[in-house]
């Protein structure tokens, strides 16, 4: 068995074993340094169109269940998380505009937002806190979460719908495509990356 063989085996053992997603460079330190992507990409080629595929969110890679055989390991009784009204709102300013303050959440929304609801959303994992504004009173600043773009299956932010998006797929009524042309309207250089959509 070639050097190369150990070392995509090595790396499939890592993922497997992995308590969460692990990026390249965590992969690489966990194996001694080697250099994993030719390994990654053996992988998920090997892994396409199997039970199990190799995906990577968010800079982070996983196994994860074939989409089309979700309904198979599905439980009868499912307990999904649902979010407030108020909590769907600010994980979506989030989404769109990160890194954001609660008072800049707040701007958008028009509402003050309860400590409770970002609370909600640091507890699931969607959120993160990103550090604090160099403003005067250095408010804390919000962004998302790697387990939000795994949860909702997304590789990065530039997959979140556009609003054009959202309106065909009659995801907005009157009110929300206001909300959603509202917070959609203004351009964040600070983030990272900008999503689709013209949505920044």
Known sequence: MTPRDD???AVEAALFAAVQPMTIAELSAHLGGAAVDGAIAELQADYAGRGVQ?????????????PDLAHLLRREK????RLSRA???ALAI?????PVSRAEIEAIRGVQTAKGTLDVLLEAGWIRIAGRREVPGRPTI???APDFLTHFGLSSRRDLPGIEELRAAGLLDPVDEAFAVLTGGGDDDTAGEEPP????
Do not use: D, K, N, S
């Open 7 to 9: 070392l995509t085996r």
């Open 54 to 66: 190799l995906v990577e969110r968010g800079g982070r890679w996983h196994f994860q269940t074939a």
């Open 78 to 81: 499912e307990e999904p998380r």
């Open 87 to 89: 909590a769907t709102e």
């Open 94 to 98: 989030i989404a769109y505009h990160e």
């Open 142 to 144: 919000y962004a998302t």
């Open 197 to 200: 959509g013209g949505i920044a």
